[in-house]
């Protein structure tokens, strides 16, 4: 059992930054990959980024230039580096290590 925990959403103005953080607890493995996912109102889920252990990172294209995805192996955090931020970025983030889901954490830009 893994057990996952955001934290770091929030109201913020177009152009702003969050920084999303998201804990590991249980049975973590150096094979594990951590990931964020996106889910806006009405869409289906999006991947955004994923990290492996050992530091390789992904990024979607669509966010590349403005968000960047970390991680801290001896604390199993990884973090979600959101700059620039749009309207269209409005989405509950959800943290994951397939197949466990944290419970997410909202992230609203808005004027």
């Known amino acids: 059992q893994v057990q996952l925990e955001e934290s770091g959403g929030g109201l913020v103005q177009p152009g702003g930054s969050l920084r999303l953080s998201c804990v590991a607890s249980?049975?973590?493995?150096?094979?594990?990959?951590m990931a964020w996912y996106r889910q806006a109102p009405g869409k289906e889920r999006e991947w955004v980024a994923s990290?492996?252990?050992?530091?390789?990172?992904n990024v979607a294209a669509s966010v590349k230039d403005r968000f960047t995805i970390s991680g801290d192996n001896t604390k199993n955090q990884v973090y979600l580096q959101m700059n620039s931020l749009k309207p269209e970025d409005t989405a509950v983030y959800y943290c994951?290590?397939?197949?466990?889901w944290g419970q997410g954490t909202q992230v609203t830009v808005s004027s």
């Open positions: 994951h290590i397939s197949p466990y």
């Open positions: 249980g049975s973590i493995f150096s094979t594990n990959v």
């Open positions: 990290i492996e252990r050992a530091g390789s990172t």
